[in-house]
């Protein structure tokens, strides 16, 4: 699977849009985008996932670039209870059963009043 | 009504006893997970079964024991605890295999002393 690389902790202020990135140079073409959150003390959760195109549902927006190279979640308006680690997964689809999500360090989004 | 469900939220025994954490999906997905938070905050996958049976077995010693009587609970079976094995463990489902989302439980923290 390819490597994801995020920074380390971001901050935004609350009811700001939070634009988090992800590289992934080594992505492949069958390679899927997956953004999961970690709320303090609680189990991952999932936000959105996309191929190639942009992606938008109730919690988040994920804008991939053309060469599918580097990703942006964004979180319209963030709210107190959005500061949590977020994680970028690139996941394998290899067309069986033996796939698994890898967690990398994650970025920790800390939203301020 | 809670999707992912574990029991129990904490266990403290000590070094060589023999432990079990339970869990539960509603959702009625066919995969089931395992994954080890450790205190470094590194989540990583244990063991993944489908449709009752094992499909992904990680890098784990043997007195780790998945058992899943049905597709609706797979439960971790630790024998010889030793300290290493301190950690928040947590299950998580998916309908399928491929490019399913994982729900997540609250997680299990373990201590051993």
Redesign the interface.
């Known amino acids: 699977d390819a490597k994801t690389t995020q920074p380390t902790s971001m901050d935004c202020a609350e009811g700001r849009a939070a634009n988090l990135p992800c590289n992934h140079s080594t992505i492949s073409g069958n390679e899927?985008v997956?953004w999961y959150r970690?709320i303090h003390?609680?189990?991952?959760?999932?936000i959105i996932?996309g191929l190639k195109n942009n992606e938008t549902n109730e919690m988040a927006s994920l804008i991939i670039t053309e060469d599918r190279k580097s990703s942006t979640l964004i979180l319209p308006h963030a709210t107190l209870r959005d500061t949590a680690?977020y994680?970028c997964i690139v996941?394998d689809?290899r067309?069986?059963?033996?796939?698994?999500?890898?967690?990398g360090?994650g970025t920790l989004l800390t939203v301020n009043p | 009504d809670t999707a992912?469900s574990q029991t129990p939220k904490y266990l403290v025994t000590q070094m060589g006893n023999d432990k079990s954490i339970k869990c539960e999906q509603n959702l009625g997905h066919d995969?089931m997970?395992w994954y080890k938070q450790d205190s470094k905050?590194?989540?990583?996958?244990m063991f993944?079964y489908?449709n009752k049976e094992l499909?992904?077995n990680?890098t784990v010693p043997n007195r780790f024991s998945p058992k899943s009587p049905d597709k609706a609970h797979l439960n971790l079976h630790i024998n010889s605890l030793e300290l290493g094995d301190s950690a928040v463990y947590?299950c998580?489902s998916s309908r399928g295999?491929?490019?399913d989302?994982?729900?997540?439980?609250?997680?299990t923290r373990l201590t051993v002393l």
């Open positions: 899927y997956y970690q003390s609680q189990g991952p959760q999932y996932h680690v994680y996941r689809y067309g069986g059963s033996n796939y698994k999500l890898t967690f360090k | 992912v995969t997970y905050k590194f989540l990583k996958i993944s489908n499909i992904i990680e947590f998580a295999t491929l490019t989302t994982q729900y997540f439980g609250p997680g």
